[in-house]
């Protein structure tokens, strides 16, 4: 019997198998029929993956070939596992031998041919790919396990997420602008910083474990007691934060009854640095219309994003966040009138009055008076003058920026509301959790995975690298590269 008939015969038995386990009359719950059930379909899916194997390995082929510039000839064959979405599957396949240089690493035809990842199919590569994407590893992996009753291991996953990660902002650069945009071009930026692995951190992960007998919960005091944590000083950084800046780019469509939108709205993010995000969004709103269209760019009062504002989107109409300026009345507030009072919600709605019809003169005015009135001594006077002198200094810098009357006018937006989004979705839900420690290269992968899926875009991720055949896994995972925070301008 060849093994082609006995790859048949076996599909043929499982499915008779799962058919018999449902025409039976034994009484049985729906719960252990479903689990027994699902179990056998897996089964036949293996059994169907070892017969398409065998039938695609035993297709003719040429003796001798050429591929990557060497001249390789079919002998003898190599036998592994291949893991499928089904389970992991024995494949036995001829090996492409470099003619003249037997030393030299031998080819695989078939695997290139099939499209097969380092023994793993694309399936199996996108969808742990996507969970890791969506939650922490081991949690991935566990929801993996829990569908498909086997999961890769931890090294051979964060092979996959190097491996399809490295291949997401290529994918992002590339992909064409939608088809139905509007007419008026919004560009927001913000950040938010992730945490990284310290350079300590990465030395102690680094160290062999000791192998320690005994109760765990005592080891644990042991450890604690011969390494104690110190108290941070102010000022010092909890979670040592390397800053990821997003950009987000939509458009809205005139409409009857004035500007309709957000309409296909994209977000683009790195931690590599302002300027780079900056580069990355100057080439999408090109493709998007910038330069033809209306623009507005919007941000909060960080001072590393409007000087590049200037060099990169000359032609935007700018506006400062609302919400960031509303937050910066109340602080000056606080300084003035009792916490929760409503002279200190009375006097809020004056100046955000003021602000919505452009008097920022007048709300210059009154907290240059203000100040002036608090004695420089006293209890908490001088706290309390600093704070107005940094408010003051805010609103003459960024004052010109506050272009409230005209932007509402035009129907056009005054909050950075999309882009705050966005942070939270790309950063905080996935990158941002209790315990997490990032190396910097690996955290760029998951980030653009994320934009992938932020941006509704995951099926067309999947057949861009379904397009261009296997996806190279590394040997071993990205090693982790520290990070030390530094000090950050603060708006």
């Known amino acids: 019997m060849t093994s082609i008939e006995r790859a048949r015969r076996e599909v043929q038995t499982l499915i008779e198998a799962a058919c018999a386990s449902a025409d039976t009359d034994r009484r049985r719950s729906f719960w252990s029929f479903e689990r027994e059930l699902w179990t056998r379909l897996l089964a036949v899916g293996r059994a169907m993956v070892a017969l398409f194997l065998i039938r695609q390995a035993s297709r003719p082929r040429a003796a001798e070939y050429v591929h990557g510039g060497r001249r390789l000839v079919l002998s003898g064959e190599r036998t592994s596992l291949i893991a499928s979405r089904f389970g992991k599957v024995t494949f036995a396949r001829t090996v492409g031998r470099p003619v003249g240089h037997s030393r030299d690493a031998c080819d695989l035809p078939v695997d290139r041919e099939l499209g097969l990842c380092s023994g793993f199919s694309l399936g199996v590569l996108l969808g742990l790919t996507r969970l890791c994407a969506q939650m922490a590893f081991a949690t991935a992996r566990a929801t993996y396990r829990d569908t498909y009753e086997w999961s890769p291991s931890p090294r051979a996953t964060l092979r996959m997420v190097d491996a399809v990660g490295e291949e997401a902002r290529a994918f992002l650069e590339q992909a064409p602008p939608p088809a139905d945009d509007g007419e008026v071009l919004v560009l927001q930026v913000d950040g938010r910083g992730a945490p990284m692995i310290t350079e300590s951190e990465f030395a102690k992960r680094r160290r062999p474990h000791r192998s320690e007998t005994g109760c765990r919960r005592r080891i644990r005091r042991r450890r604690r007691a011969a390494n104690p944590r110190k108290r941070r000083l102010?000022?010092?950084?909890?979670?040592?934060?390397?800053?990821?800046?997003?950009?987000?780019?939509?458009?809205?469509?005139?409409?009857?009854?004035?500007?309709?939108?957000?309409?296909?709205?994209?977000?683009?993010?790195?931690?590599?640095?302002?300027?780079?995000?900056?580069?990355?969004?100057?080439?999408?709103?090109?493709?998007?219309?910038?330069?033809?269209?209306?623009?507005?760019?919007?941000?909060?009062?960080?001072?590393?994003?409007?000087?590049?504002?200037?060099?990169?989107?000359?032609?935007?109409?700018?506006?400062?966040?609302?919400?960031?300026?509303?937050?910066?009345?109340?602080?000056?507030?606080?300084?003035?009138?009792?916490?929760?009072?409503?002279?200190?919600?009375?006097?809020?709605?004056?100046?955000?009055?003021?602000?919505?019809?452009?008097?920022?003169?007048?709300?210059?005015?009154?907290?240059h008076l203000e100040r002036d009135a608090i004695p420089r001594t006293g209890p908490g006077n001088r706290g309390r003058r600093q704070r107005l002198e940094d408010i003051i200094k805010f609103f003459e810098n960024q004052r010109h920026r506050m272009r409230y009357p005209q932007m509402r006018r035009a129907d056009l937006d005054i909050g950075t509301g999309a882009a705050e989004g966005a942070v939270r979705n790309l950063i905080a839900v996935r990158l941002d959790g209790p315990g997490m420690r990032w190396g910097r290269q690996r955290?760029?992968?998951?980030?653009?995975?994320?934009?992938?899926?932020?941006?509704?875009?995951?099926?067309?991720?999947?057949?861009?690298?379904?397009?261009?055949?296997?996806?190279?896994?590394?040997?071993?995972?990205?090693?982790?590269?520290?990070?030390?925070?530094?000090?950050?301008?603060?708006?």
């Open 234 to 367: 102010k000022g010092d950084k909890s979670k040592n934060a390397k800053v990821a800046v997003v950009g987000v780019i939509y458009t809205l469509r005139q409409t009857p009854d004035g500007l309709d939108g957000p309409i296909a709205k994209r977000v683009y993010a790195t931690f590599e640095s302002h300027e780079a995000l900056f580069v990355w969004l100057h080439r999408e709103a090109v493709k998007r219309g910038y330069g033809r269209k209306r623009t507005a760019f919007l941000a909060d009062g960080s001072l590393n994003i409007w000087p590049l504002q200037k060099r990169y989107f000359p032609d935007a109409e700018v506006c400062l966040d609302w919400c960031h300026v509303v937050e910066k009345l109340w602080t000056a507030g606080e300084c003035l009138l009792d916490e929760g009072s409503k002279d200190l919600e009375d006097w809020i709605a004056l100046q955000t009055k003021r602000l919505r019809r452009g008097a920022t003169r007048a709300i210059l005015a009154t907290l």
């Open 443 to 491: 955290a760029e992968r998951v980030l653009h995975l994320r934009c992938v899926l932020i941006n509704g875009m995951w099926d067309e991720f999947v057949e861009y690298l379904g397009g261009r055949g296997q996806v190279a896994l590394a040997a071993q995972p990205v090693p982790a590269k520290p990070h030390s925070a530094s000090l950050r301008q603060v708006a």
